[in-house]
Nanobody, 115 residues
Framework: QVQLVESGGGLVQPGGSLSLSCAASRSIRSIYAMCWYRQTPGKQRDFIARITTTGSPSYADSVKGRFTIARDNAKNTVYLQMNSLKPEDTAVYLC?????????WGQGTQVTVSS
């Protein structure tokens, strides 16, 4: 099993930055891809970013150029640096991993972008 715990959310003004962390309960070296999603009330979860064990990232078009995903296998942690935040980035941000054919989600951390 893998437990994922997100942190770093909060309230930020438009144009500001936040850095999210996702700490895993086990080594993530064997987890091929770690991902971030986000969800707003009444809507499905949307893919935001993914990073593979080799450090290769991919992003949703909506965040490309503003968000950066990184992973530290030694700390079993994945990060999401969010810059130039917009009100439409407001959501609960969730960490995701697939391990041994099982999907694991964190509880999420709220990000609110508002003046």
């Amino acid at each position: 099993q893998v437990q994922l715990v997100e942190s770093g959310g909060g309230l930020v003004q438009p144009g500001g930055s936040l850095s999210l962390s996702c700490a895993a309960s086990r080594s993530i070296r064997s987890i091929y891809a770690m991902c971030w999603y986000r969800q707003t009330p009444g809507k499905q979860r949307d893919f935001i970013a993914r990073i593979t064990t080799t450090g290769s990232p991919s992003y949703a078009d909506s965040v490309k150029g503003r968000f950066t995903i990184a992973r530290d296998n030694a700390k079993n942690t994945v990060y999401l640096q969010m810059n130039s935040l917009k009100p439409e980035d407001t959501a609960v941000y969730l960490c995701y991993a697939q391990y041994a054919s099982t999907n694991y989600w964190g509880q999420g951390t709220q990000v609110t972008v508002s003046s």
